[in-house]
């Protein structure tokens, strides 16, 4: 069982930045960043690989950067040039064995670990 503990949220206005962390309690292949806005369902946002390889979804291209420290089992989302339709709560996720890779790097099922979750918001 890995448990993960999203901090770094909070309120910004348009144009603004911020910076997500997850601290994993335990080593994962594959961690994500997705995020579910009212009335919406949770879509994926970002995904790194334990090698490093990345997947964004096309709304945060050029404006998101995630990476992760292995060493600290931490996962980072740099949030930049916000607007305010990236205002969700966003949530930390991280897979459990490499046989969850038959799932796409952006769908829910490829992951079994959940953080709480954390809020967004983008002011106009």
């Known amino acids: 069982q890995v448990q993960l503990v999203e901090s770094g949220g909070g309120s910004v206005q348009s144009g603004g930045s911020l910076r997500l962390s997850c601290a994993a309690s335990?080593?994962?292949?594959?961690m994500g960043w997705f995020r579910q806005a009212p009335g919406k369902e949770r879509e994926g946002v970002t995904s790194i690989s334990s090698g490093g390889t990345t997947t964004y979804a096309d709304s945060v291209k050029d404006r998101f950067t995630v990476s992760r420290d292995n060493a600290k089992n931490t996962l980072y989302l740099q949030m930049n040039s916000l607007k305010p339709e990236d205002t969700a709560i966003y949530f930390c996720?991280?897979?459990?064995?490499?046989?969850?890779?038959?799932?796409?790097?952006?769908?829910?099922?490829?992951?079994?670990?959940w953080g709480q979750g954390i809020q967004v918001t983008v002011s106009s």
């Open positions: 996720a991280a897979s459990a064995t490499y046989y969850s890779r038959t799932y796409t790097a952006l769908d829910t099922k490829r992951y079994r670990y």
């Open positions: 335990g080593y994962t292949p594959d």
